[in-house]
């Protein structure tokens, strides 16, 4: 199956990661995939929340919005507060950026990630998550680099992409299109030694086999590698 621009069912669309694109933030980098476009902004700041003080450890966070004309039609700001679905994409994106940190090592420091969609074109969570690993290790290169710590807190690198079946096949980094129409898809997170850290999954009209599912995995699996190697060339590792 070729599809509707051209990629083969396993192929992820173009990739750039741009290092340095906000100059005034600790670390950052512009995403690209595709038509998708996310701003990602590493903040560092020399305190934690209050519920954290005491512990000798640190804390990352991120937050996530979608710029007004992200979107074919405009998208409202949400001044009152983040909505339920901003708020569950930022703690996903939370949670896969803690995955890259020893916390302990972070001392009591609070890393803000701040991911804002400039253009979406469908997997927005999960190009945040590629693009917002960047950021912060670059904002942990520069706390070394100022002598606030003596050895990089990163872990290991996290990437993450989306899969789904659409018509019956399986596709790797669904694009808004593909995403709208597919009856099963999957945003898989995971680290560069190949454990996962999330699988958010659902079926849109009958339940999925288990074989099925493994499939998808395998191949969000294989995506997520070549999103690693895309990191680690841009880091310059």
Same mark, same amino acid.
């Given at each position: 199956?070729?599809?509707?621009?051209?990629?083969?069912?396993?192929? !992820?669309?173009?990739?750039?990661?741009?290092p340095?694109?906000?100059?005034? +933030?600790?670390?950052?980098?512009?995403?690209?995939?595709?038509?998708?476009?996310?701003?990602?902004?590493?903040?560092?700041?020399?305190?934690?929340?209050g519920?954290?003080?005491?512990?000798?450890?640190?804390?990352?966070?991120?937050?996530?919005?979608?710029? *007004?004309?992200?979107?074919?039609?405009?998208?409202?700001?949400?001044?009152?507060?983040?909505?339920?679905?901003?708020?569950?994409?930022?703690?996903?994106?939370?949670?896969?950026?803690?995955?890259?940190?020893?916390?302990?090592?972070?001392?009591?420091? !609070?890393?803000?990630?701040?991911?804002?969609?400039?253009?979406a074109?469908?997997?927005?969570?999960t +190009?945040?998550?590629?693009?917002?690993?960047?950021? !912060?290790?670059?904002?942990?290169?520069?706390?070394?680099?100022?002598?606030?710590?003596?050895?990089?807190?990163?872990?290991? +690198? /996290?990437? #993450?992409v989306?899969?789904?079946?659409?018509?019956?096949?399986?596709?790797?980094? @669904?694009?808004?299109?593909?995403?709208?129409s #597919?009856?099963?898809?999957?945003?898989?997170?995971?680290?560069?030694?190949?454990?996962?850290?999330?699988?958010?999954?659902?079926?849109?009209?009958? *339940?999925?086999?288990?074989?099925?599912?493994?499939? !998808?995995?395998?191949?969000?699996?294989?995506? /997520?590698?070549?999103? @690693? #190697?895309?990191?680690?060339?841009?880091?310059?590792?």
């Amino acid at each position: 199956m070729i599809r509707h621009d051209g990629r083969a069912p396993n192929q !992820l669309r173009p990739v750039t990661i741009t290092p340095g694109a906000a100059p005034y +933030a600790e670390g950052s980098a512009l995403i690209v995939c595709g038509n998708t476009r996310v701003l990602c902004a590493a903040s560092v700041e020399e305190s934690v929340p209050g519920w954290m003080r005491g512990q000798g450890r640190g804390w990352v966070t991120a937050e996530y919005a979608l710029l *007004p004309r992200s979107t074919h039609t405009r998208t409202r700001r949400e001044r009152a507060g983040a909505s339920g679905r901003t708020q569950e994409i930022q703690r996903l994106i939370g949670r896969s950026l803690r995955a890259a940190v020893r916390l302990e090592d972070l001392g009591e420091r !609070l890393i803000t990630i701040d991911c804002d969609v400039l253009q979406a074109d469908g997997g927005t969570r999960t +190009a945040a998550i590629t693009g917002g690993y960047v950021a !912060l290790a670059l904002a942990c290169t520069r706390l070394v680099a100022d002598g606030k710590l003596t050895r990089s807190p990163l872990a290991r +690198a /996290v990437a #993450a992409v989306s899969a789904g079946s659409v018509a019956g096949e399986l596709l790797l980094d @669904l694009d808004y299109r593909e995403d709208s129409s #597919a009856d099963m898809d999957c945003n898989v997170v995971m680290t560069s030694s190949g454990d996962f850290v999330e699988l958010q999954g659902t079926a849109e009209g009958a *339940p999925v086999p288990r074989q099925r599912l493994d499939a !998808l995995i395998d191949l969000a699996a294989a995506g /997520v590698r070549e999103l @690693l #190697a895309i990191q680690h060339r841009t880091l310059g590792l």
